[in-house]
Structure formats: structure tokens, C-alpha cells
T-cell receptor, first 115, second 115 residues
């Protein structure tokens, strides 16, 4: 099946620093998504990307859908303590114009922000 | 804000026992999903469900698993005879329509422990 490689596995940064994480895939996706998971909670959607080359922002978050459709990155600018959590990339491949919500998740990036 | 509700939050069971995990998707959503996350690992797709039937399932979703929408609000995952390796956090998710079904809204999860 499709595999997503997400890096880095973990990051320890100081408050105010910028953060960058990325995902690569061996095969293409039609949609890339970035989720954040807080302890004991389900993943919460941060950004969704639908077109190759698309660059989308959500507040301090910026994500891009790679031109090859096999990669995506997420940047967080001016990090704050509440950015702490696990960030997951996820890809979706629509087949034949249909989509059943099957997302393939990356392994996650654990972000720690020191005040 | 509407949310996906899952009960119970924790479930402990003996190996070989049947468990039913319950979910109430967001009320106007039409697509329903189960994902699971083994401790420290990535989120994995189990099954998607639309119009009272399974749309897609993963290799994990074998004959021991079943899903049901018993009424207009609940969506359940049943594991007939639990195994130790079924221990995981199980997430229910829902999405509103075909056009936006990649935007999954996740519940907070049920932590299943099989002893």
C-alpha cells in the first residue's frame, strides 16, 4: 500500500522559532492534509490542499502541495507553547472520481515548544 | 461547534470477548469512518461507510470486525473476539458530503485495552 514518510520524527524548539516539517510519498495523492493531535484527542484538521503546487495558509501555518503530488510541507511561524502536539500529514487518492475518505497518515512529528 | 462523540472513552476487555465501540457522527454528515492508532504509531484506516453499507475497508478490517448504523444517529464498531493486538485508540470520523469527504472530523477516540 501507499506509504508516507514524515520528517522529522520530533522537534524541540524555543518559543518564537519557526518550524518546518514535510512528508514524502512513493506514489501520488490527489489531496494532502495536515492534522494536529493533542494528547487524548482525535486529529484536528489544520490545512487541506487540493492542487499540485497549491500554497495555503491558516494563520501562522503554511502548507504546500508539491508539484510532483508526492510531497507536502507544513511551516509554523513564530511558534507558541500551544503549538505543542503531534502533527500528521495525510494523503488521499481518489480513484475513478470517487473517494471514500480513506486517508493514509504519516508517522507524525512530535513538536515540543519551550517557553 | 458540532463534534463527533465517542463512547466509552476507555474500554478494558478480556481477550476473546466482544466489544462494541459507539460513535455519534455530526448530524448532517453522510460518510462515516473508523480509524485506529496503536500506541506510538500512526493513524490507520479501518473502514468507510455510506448509505448503510461499507464503501471501503482495509486489510486490518477482517471478519472479526463489523460496523453498523443501528439508527439515525449512532455508528458502531464491533469486534467479535478481541485479540491482544486489537489494543489501540479507535477513532470515529465523519464527513459531510462526497465533494468534501476528505475533510474528516474525528472524535476523541475510545482507548481499547485487551488483557
Amino acid at each position: 500500500g501507499q506509504q508516507l514518510n514524515q520528517s522529522p520524527q520530533s522537534m524541540f524548539i524555543q518559543e518564537g522559532e519557526d518550524v518546518s516539517m514535510n512528508c514524502t510519498s512513493s506514489s501520488i495523492f490527489n489531496t494532502w492534509l495536515w492534522y494536529k493531535q493533542d494528547p487524548g484527542e482525535g486529529p484536528v484538521l489544520l490545512i487541506a490542499l487540493y492542487k499540485a503546487g497549491e500554497l495555503t495558509s491558516n494563520g501562522r501555518l503554511t502548507a504546500q502541495f508539491g508539484i510532483t503530488r508526492k510531497d507536502s510541507f507544513l511551516n509554523i511561524s513564530a511558534s507558541i507553547p500551544s503549538d505543542v502536539g503531534i502533527y500528521f500529514c495525510a494523503g488521499q487518492l481518489r480513484a475513478g472520481g470517487t473517494s471514500y475518505g480513506k486517508l493514509t497518515f504519516g508517522q507524525g512529528t512530535i513538536l515540543t515548544v519551550h517557553p | 461547534e458540532p463534534e463527533v462523540t465517542q463512547t466509552p472513552s476507555h474500554q478494558v476487555t478480556q481477550m476473546g470477548q466482544e466489544v462494541i465501540l459507539r460513535c455519534v457522527p455530526i448530524s448532517n454528515h453522510l460518510y462515516f469512518y473508523w480509524y485506529r492508532q496503536i500506541l506510538g504509531q500512526k493513524v490507520e484506516f479501518l473502514v468507510s461507510f455510506y448509505n448503510n453499507e461499507i464503501s471501503e475497508k482495509s486489510e486490518i478490517f477482517d471478519d472479526q470486525f463489523s460496523v453498523e448504523r443501528p439508527d439515525g444517529s449512532n455508528f458502531t464498531l464491533k469486534i467479535r473476539s478481541t485479540k491482544l493486538e486489537d489494543s489501540a485508540m479507535y477513532f470515529c470520523a465523519s464527513s459531510v458530503s462526497f465533494a468534501t469527504n476528505e475533510k474528516l472530523f474525528f472524535g476523541s477516540g475510545t482507548q481499547l485495552s485487551v488483557l
